[in-house]
């Protein structure tokens, strides 16, 4: 009752006034204390910097306090289920790292006080907290596309900073901030183009950083923000909903949520799985000890899962330790690979499918009950992506292994070459890997990879390039004309006109700015290859990371343009172009029809 007068006393808008500026402090110090982090874990302090960084640490603990103590306060009686649930886990861990602040502890619960605990405590409320202020800068009414672009600029410029702090590469070694932007760049945009060596350069926790640097490129800076704040939050505006439904694929506000826990779960259950058989496949056989092996799973599966094509041994997985008798490491990459690139509305629709088929089989073998009927279970996408993707692999594979059979692949045993030349047809769909190099190869070979690192994977994939959609629609339409058909069919699906326009777009406007950065490239390195940069150009464009061995050949300049069009690449040029140019409004009327000659 003394909360409602107090409310009514207090005018709306004020009301309104002090609960912006609070969040914005709190936003401010959830940012002052991941930067102070990134400090802390950076560079070794001497005492009074420590005592600093303690003084920071403890006072954003108060704050976090006040401000769970208000939001307890204010919402109480609005709490129910999820809610409460997470306000008791919240409540929790600030008291585990706030009671060492009052009474001693006895040795067994000294790890209650200890550094690392209060930081990660810190760290994940400070990261909520920025996720929560991203979800109300897209409440509100920001464009979508320019805000996605936004957030993938933000974390590039932090996984720079990241990278450029002395714990992240080897001891002598000093990287530069070009090489450190394109490698961050290269991270976040899951491309695998990088001037230097991962191995060389980045300690432990550089290319730990790397990895993440992957795994929130290859997931979306958007799609993990929104979940944090739509989970631990509460709602969101209808036009973030709308916008996140949009990225994410989904087909209700309904299952928003439930979407975008899927997708999560989706990828860290097949990277774990996929880790744990990379593990088994590499066990002593690397020189490693068991923790390195698990870090080297555990990298190798994000990157391929992503497609990002980062490894961290030495030249790739061209390193001889495994370029044979490790065909089992290279099929997992593989298939990991092709996972990513199928698209995460394939991969539920295909959990939908497995689901609808076991729970039928459930039902006939132990209730005796008659199954399920449910038409059209895969759509239409699925099947494109899936159809596209096989013909693609299939093909490329026989293609690479007739090309290079008594060439890039002699001397080798059959099983290797056919595990080499199925590597090299998924691994240029945007993965980056390498076995073998490139330059090594025939001109058609290197014409065959161009091609499919122009293609990519699927649509709202891991993967970049056109997308297998896009290529899909085009050769229906094109098949279309040719037939005389007044509509685009596939799959006895009638294509949407939006969908075709969008798809031609997509296509022009890859050549367009693939041309483009090609010639600026041919200006700044005119004594490097043509065919080189081309092959550089399409590698970025399409976040590919393969390369005919002259990324570090590139001067600043070149490297800086490069990076460009990595991001390009990893937004989308139609996406980017869409974010600065303002939609027209649909006129109400209509201008007469006309044709135009055509050949």
């Not at 991203?134 to 920001?142: D, H, L």
């Not at 002699?410 to 330059?439: E, Q």
């Not at 200006?523 to 092959?535: D, I, Q």
Request: one cysteine or more.
């Amino acid at each position: 009752m003394k909360q409602l007068q107090l409310n009514k006393r207090i005018p709306t808008t004020t009301r309104k006034k002090i609960t912006s500026w609070w969040h914005f402090c709190l936003f401010l110090v959830a940012s002052l204390t991941m930067g102070a982090i990134i400090i802390d874990y950076g560079y070794i302090q001497h005492p009074y910097e420590n005592e600093i960084l303690e003084n920071l640490y403890n006072n954003t603990w108060w704050i976090y306090c006040l401000s769970y103590l208000f939001s307890i306060l204010t919402y109480w009686k609005q709490m129910s289920g999820k809610r409460i649930i997470t306000t008791i886990v919240w409540g929790i861990l600030l008291a585990s790292i706030g009671i060492s602040k009052f009474i001693t502890l006895p040795p067994a619960y000294d790890w209650l006080g200890h550094r690392l605990l209060e930081v990660s405590v810190l760290g994940l409320f400070s990261f909520l907290l920025i996720a929560r202020g991203i979800m109300r800068f897209i409440n509100k009414k920001t464009n979508p596309a320019l805000l996605m672009a936004i957030g993938f600029a933000m974390v590039i410029g932090l996984g720079t900073l990241l990278l450029l702090l002395p714990r992240s590469t080897h001891e002598g070694i000093i990287l530069s901030a070009i090489d450190a932007l394109f490698v961050s760049t290269s991270a976040v945009c899951v491309t695998g183009l990088t001037p230097i060596d991962v191995a060389q350069f980045f300690t432990l926790e550089g290319q730990l950083i790397i990895a993440l640097l992957i795994q929130v490129g290859g997931l979306g800076i958007m799609t993990i923000t929104s979940f944090f704040a739509l989970f631990y939050m509460g709602g969101s505006a209808l036009h973030s909903q709308f916008a996140l439904r949009d990225l994410v694929g989904s087909d209700t506000f309904s299952s928003l949520l439930s979407t975008l826990v899927n997708i999560l779960l989706f990828t860290f259950i097949i990277e774990g799985i996929g880790a744990f058989f990379i593990w088994l496949s590499i066990h002593n056989t690397l020189d490693m000890t068991w923790q390195q092996e698990v870090f080297c799973a555990f990298f190798h599966a994000v990157s391929a899962f992503c497609n990002a094509g980062f490894s961290n041994l030495e030249g790739n997985l061209g390193n001889p330790a495994v370029i044979t008798g490790h065909n089992a490491f290279l099929w997992l990459i593989s298939i990991l690979v092709v996972l990513g690139g199928l698209g995460f509305p394939v991969l539920m629709n295909l959990k939908r499918t497995a689901g609808y088929y076991i729970g039928n089989w459930f039902k006939r073998t132990f209730k005796h009950k008659q199954p399920d009927k449910l038409s059209h279970l895969a759509q239409i996408n699925t099947k494109i992506v899936l159809v596209t993707t096989a013909i693609l692999l299939v093909g490329g594979t026989f293609l690479i292994a007739f090309l290079e059979w008594n060439d890039a692949l002699k001397g080798m045993p059959v099983i290797d070459k056919i595990t080499h030349s199925f590597f090299n047809a998924v691994s240029p769909r945007t993965a980056g890997f390498n076995t073998l190099s490139i330059a090594h190869f025939s001109l058609l070979s290197i014409l065959l990879y161009m091609l499919l690192m122009w293609i990519g994977g699927g649509s709202q994939s891991t993967a970049g390039g056109i997308k297998v959609n896009t290529l899909a629609v085009m050769l229906a339409n094109f098949v279309s004309m040719i037939k005389g058909r007044k509509h685009v069919v596939l799959f006895h699906r009638e294509i949407a006109d939006n969908s075709i326009k969008r798809a031609s777009a997509v296509v022009i406007g890859s050549i367009v700015c693939i041309l483009f950065f090609f010639v600026v490239l041919l200006v700044l390195e005119p004594h490097l290859s043509p065919l080189g940069l081309l092959f550089e150009t399409l590698s970025a464009y399409s976040t590919v990371g393969a390369s005919l061995d002259i990324t570090a050949q590139l001067s600043n300049a070149s490297k800086v343009v490069v990076t460009v069009l990595m991001f390009i690449g990893r937004v989308g040029f139609i996406t980017l172009l869409m974010s600065f140019i303002k939609t027209d409004n649909q006129p109400k009327y209509r201008y007469p029809q006309d044709h135009i000659i055509i050949n």
